[in-house]
């Protein structure tokens, strides 16, 4: 099993560009999340999927949208990118309240 | 709403020193109470968990014992070994669909 994937690893986008960071789990689980890692701040919840087809806001929302396109794979865009974003994004999903994390990508925004 | 507080960092450590670090939370329910490490490069490993009062986690030498009257989950170790530099983070889960609030992390340095 290879647990959480995300895509890309590394990422440098100029202000106002768009993309979008795919993440997949192989476990079979319901619930998925997003965060993102800054210094000093430990982990803080952008959104969640609850289920397939169900998605939450968590505590830092704004500026991003996510999608649960089945239940393998949830989707992060930037739809106009800021240099406020430039962080390290995890992706995880959870059996019960154990969550598995996958490798981050590493976001720049110039 | 809730939180989680941990010790700033780094904690600097020479091998076999005794290590413990304070986490300290806030929460309205009863909350399921982890230790996540983060090695360099990595994601999140959930180390060990306690999901109610007096439960004691445990693993890989590491242990932290849920403590409700003083809202306290303190992470011990008896013996570090330089494998044992990692972030490490305190979290709580306080609903039914298991979303997490993190505590801030703290650095652990271990050297030989």
């Known amino acids: 099993n290879a647990g959480v994937t995300q895509t890309p690893k590394f990422q440098v986008l100029k202000t106002g560009q768009s993309m979008t960071l795919q993440c997949a789990q192989d476990m079979n689980h319901n619930s998925m999340y997003w965060y993102r890692q800054d210094p000093g701040m430990g982990l803080r919840l952008i959104y969640y999927?609850?289920?397939?087809?169900?998605?939450d806001k968590g505590e830092v929302p704004n500026g991003y949208n996510v999608s649960r396109l089945n239940k393998r794979e949830f989707s992060l865009r930037l739809e106009s990118a800021a240099p406020s974003q430039t962080s390290v994004y995890f992706c995880?999903?959870?059996?019960?309240?154990?969550?598995?994390f996958g490798p981050g990508t590493r976001l720049t925004v110039l | 709403g809730d939180s989680v507080t941990q010790m700033e960092g780094p904690v600097t450590l020479s091998e076999e020193a005794f290590l413990t670090i304070n986490c300290t939370y806030t929460?309205?329910?009863?909350?399921?109470l982890f230790w996540y490490v983060q090695y360099p490069g990595e994601g999140l490993q959930l180390l060990l968990k306690?999901?109610?009062?007096?439960d004691k986690g445990s693993n890989k030498g590491f242990e932290a014992t849920y403590r409700k009257e003083t809202t306290s989950f303190h992470l011990e170790k008896g013996s570090v070994q330089v494998s044992d530099s990692a972030v490490y983070f305190c979290a709580l889960s306080d609903r039914g669909y298991s979303t997490l609030t993190f505590g801030k992390g703290t650095m652990l340095l271990v050297s030989p």
């Open positions: 929460a309205t329910g009863y909350p399921s």
């Open positions: 999927s609850a289920s397939e087809g169900t998605t």
């Open positions: 995880a999903s959870s059996l019960v309240d154990k969550q598995f």
């Open positions: 306690a999901t109610k009062a007096d």
